[in-house]
């Protein structure tokens, strides 16, 4: 099966400026998040849908980060302004159905995100 | 609050021998958990996995043990590969609002030298 799939690869903007990145889970997935993984850190989870509604979005900073996913499939994650902080790499990932049990994680490449 | 604690940042060991990762986690609600392996550039893939009624999963050359008392889990290589080379996550989920959340450690990054 087709894996996670994430563009682009990598980005570099000026702070202050806005970025979106794009992310097309495994196909029949219901489940896919966007997670940061700030250097030397684990991912943290910034938002979490479930076909197209939100179920945690606590972590997100929702004054600069907004996320949509249409029609239950893909998803964008927009960032604007960014600032420095939010250079990390983002992780999109999928799952059969976070509503059961066993249900591992499936992950993208990531977008490196320089933010200068 | 870390909730999912990997306290060995970085681990070395000779090609054939045991690679010996660990993670201690603080939520008792915690109930399946998971190691994956990154390499760079990569996104993590996923491993091995136990739920919380099993103390032992096996799979090829990974075992992961869950340690529920001590709130801990490690993976065991048996032998380890120089391919093995790359930074371990563990993670942990629990429900919570109908569906299953999952927090991360901080990775160890394991190099076994040839």
């Known amino acids: 099966e087709a894996g996670v799939a994430q563009s682009p690869r990598y980005k570099i903007i000026e702070k202050r400026q806005s970025v979106a990145f794009w992310c097309n889970p495994i196909?029949?997935?219901?489940?896919l998040y966007w997670y940061q993984q700030i250097l030397g850190q684990g991912p943290k989870l910034l938002i979490q849908?479930?076909?197209?509604?939100?179920?945690?979005d606590s972590q997100l900073p929702k004054d600069r980060f907004s996320a949509e996913r249409l029609k239950g499939v893909d998803s964008t994650l927009k960032i604007q302004p960014a600032k420095l902080e939010d250079s990390a790499v983002y992780l999109c990932?999928?799952?059969?159905?976070?509503?059961?049990?066993?249900?591992?994680?499936?992950f993208g490449n990531g977008t490196r995100l320089t933010v200068t | 609050d870390q909730q999912v604690k990997q306290n060995s940042p970085s681990l070395s060991v000779q090609e054939g021998r045991i690679s010996i990762l660990n993670c201690d986690y603080t939520?008792?609600?915690?109930?399946?958990f998971l190691w994956y392996k990154k390499y760079p550039a990569e996104g993590p893939t996923f491993l091995i996995s136990?739920?919380?009624?099993?103390d032992k999963n096996e799979d090829g050359r990974f075992t992961v043990f869950l340690n529920k008392s001590a709130k801990h889990l490690s993976l065991h290589i048996v032998p380890s590969q120089p391919g093995d080379s790359a930074v371990y996550f563990c993670?942990?989920?629990?429900?919570?609002?109908?569906?299953?959340?999952?927090?991360f450690g901080t990775g160890t990054r394991l190099k076994v030298l040839a």
């Open positions: 990932a999928s799952s059969l159905d976070s509503q059961q049990y066993n249900s591992p994680l499936h």
């Open positions: 196909s029949g997935h219901a489940t």
């Open positions: 849908f479930q076909n197209n509604g939100v179920v945690d």
């Open positions: 939520n008792s609600m915690f109930d399946y």
């Open positions: 136990i739920s919380s009624i099993k």
């Open positions: 993670a942990a989920s629990a429900q919570g609002s109908g569906t299953y959340k999952y927090i």
